[in-house]
């Protein structure tokens, strides 16, 4: 079963513009990292973000993470077309340092336009 | 050292037939995990390694599915009489305990199809 769920399914934008999207989960986690997919390839790991910790940036990514409402946003600013991608979110549940199984979201689809 | 490397990239194979697919980790990275990925859907959890050690199999890994990971290094995922359903992206990953900060690192991918 999937833990995370993303918000939209599928995001279209022009370059230039900002990209937002959401990651909700249901039970306690140890941290939640953010994963890009180009097409037909593996994923790329993108930035983590813990449970103690409520905001991180990474160069033109901001990831949120709101344990209260179990949930995370992901922000690219400045998007480019090179940015089009799959997006995922995956949440360790796991105990202190976990680093167990991952729990994958099922993506949201962003195109970004020239 | 290129990254997580997996072989073959794509096979294709008749129903009822046995296949094997390898995934070579970063050579420093102790953890290495299997998932599966259909289109559409987000990678889905198989099995995972420590060194040697297979410390968590997910339901998913019926016993028609086999892993090993002999002296801790490459890892082998095996289907056993496969069926349709078992078309899918099979996705190797590997990971370093020591400092947790950059995720996993994953291969591109064994794409099977079986017909």
């Known amino acids: 079963s999937q833990q995370g769920e993303e918000d939209p399914q599928a995001l279209s934008i022009q370059e230039g513009e900002n990209a937002t999207m959401n990651c909700s989960y249901k039970?306690?986690?140890?941290?939640l990292q953010w994963y890009r997919q180009n097409s037909g390839r593996g994923l790329v790991h993108l930035i983590l973000?813990?449970?103690?910790?409520r905001e991180k940036h990474s160069g033109r990514l901001r990831v949120t993470l709101d344990t209260s409402k179990k949930s995370s946003s992901l922000l690219i600013t400045a998007s480019r077309a090179a940015d089009t991608a799959s997006y995922f979110c995956a949440t360790d549940e796991g105990g202190t340092d976990s680093w167990g199984k991952l729990q994958f979201g099922a993506g949201t689809q962003v195109v970004v336009t020239p | 050292d290129t990254g997580v490397s997996q072989n073959p990239r794509h096979k294709i194979t008749k129903r009822g037939q046995n296949v094997t697919f390898r995934c070579d980790p970063i050579?420093?990275?102790?953890?290495l995990y299997w998932y599966r990925q259909t289109l559409g859907q987000g990678p889905e959890f198989l099995t995972y390694?420590?060194?040697?050690?297979?410390?968590?199999k997910s339901r998913l890994l019926s016993d028609r599915f086999s892993a090993e990971r002999p002296k801790g290094s490459f890892s082998t995922l095996e289907i056993q009489r496969t069926e349709q359903g078992d078309s899918a992206m099979y996705l190797c990953a590997s990971s370093r305990m020591r400092d947790r900060v950059d995720g996993y690192t994953f291969g591109s991918g064994t794409r099977l199809t079986v017909v």
């Open positions: 390694f420590q060194n040697e050690a297979q410390l968590e």
């Open positions: 039970t306690s986690i140890n941290n």
């Open positions: 973000i813990r449970s103690n910790e």
């Open positions: 050579s420093e990275h102790n953890r």
